[in-house]
């Protein structure tokens, strides 16, 4: 497996939300990235099989549908 680089620009906000989920995961921002990636890549995948993605609150009885664009 050839490894790359790639610059990313981010804001201010969004450097602090990706540093406040590598600490709370225990995960540096390579590692983070990588696992955000496949995780996209994975509900693109079932949103494209015509599966939805549906967040369930079991004890609040609630669910909620999330639109992915």
Known sequence: MNKRTMTLNLTDREMQALDELCAKKGLNKTALMRQALRLYQAVDTRLEQGDKLVFEN???????????L
């Open 58 to 68: 079991e004890d609040k009885k609630e669910k909620s549908q999330m639109v992915v």
